[in-house]
């Protein structure tokens, strides 16, 4: 079946430095999401990337899907303590279902 | 609106006891789905239904059950609980096929 591998597992940073989290599927996708979850709580949808090569930006986040639509990037400029969360990358590639990767848990020292 | 909500928040259970969590949603959305998740396996789909009255088998789906039979409203059950289906439990619906999913609050089960 579909797998999606992200790294890193986890990575600690301080105020102000950058970070970015990888995600590889096994399959093309037809679109990929990423979500956000902070600590104790639930994930929450952050952007959807449908188009080869696709590039979006929110704020300090940029989010990229890879040419050949197996791949994607997430990274945050200058990070602030409210990144601190698991960031998880999600893909189509069947009907309905999301494939999740097993997420980057980032923690952000001030 | 509520959104996604869930019930209940917390349960400890007995090895061999049987419990339902419920998912509602006020958004019509077609699509909803169950997710368990555990530390380091990211989220694992469960059942998923592509409309009332349909429901069909994700990546986990064995020693779970589930039905949907109103639309706003997705039941998952456990039969007789495993102390491997100690977990917290996600319910997500969305509108459309691929679109964005919306997560509930989350259960938090543990069986003993």
């Known amino acids: 079946g579909q797998q999606v591998m992200q790294i890193p597992q986890y990575q600690h940073v301080q105020e102000g430095e950058d970070f970015t989290t990888y995600c590889n599927s096994s399959?093309?996708?037809?679109?990929i999401q990423w979500y956000k979850q902070r600590p104790g709580g639930h994930p929450v949808f952050l952007i959807q990337?449908?188009?080869?090569?696709e590039v979006k930006k929110q704020k300090r986040l940029t989010f990229q899907f890879g040419e050949a639509k197996k791949n994607s990037s997430l990274h945050i400029t200058a990070t602030q303590t409210t990144d601190v969360g698991t960031y998880f990358c999600a893909g189509y590639s069947g009907y309905s279902t999301l494939t999740f990767g097993k997420g980057t848990m980032l923690l952000v020292s001030p | 609106n509520a959104g996604v909500t869930q019930t209940p928040k917390f349960r400890v259970l007995k090895t061999g006891q049987s419990m339902t969590l419920l998912c509602a949603q006020d958004m019509n959305h077609e699509y909803m789905y169950w997710y368990r998740q555990d530390p380091g396996m990211g989220l694992r789909l469960i059942h998923y239904?592509?409309?009332?009255?349909?429901?069909a088998k994700g990546e986990v789906p064995d020693g779970y059950n589930v039905s949907r039979l109103k639309k706003q409203n997705f039941l998952l059950g456990l039969e007789s609980a495993a102390p491997s289906q100690t977990s917290v439990y996600f319910c997500?619906?969305?509108?459309?096929?691929?679109?964005?999913?919306?997560f509930g609050p989350g259960t938090r089960l543990t069986v003993t």
């Open positions: 997500a619906s969305t509108q459309r096929n691929r679109g964005e999913q919306y």
């Open positions: 990337l449908v188009k080869s090569g």
């Open positions: 239904s592509v409309g009332e009255g349909t429901t």
């Open positions: 399959t093309t996708l037809s679109n």
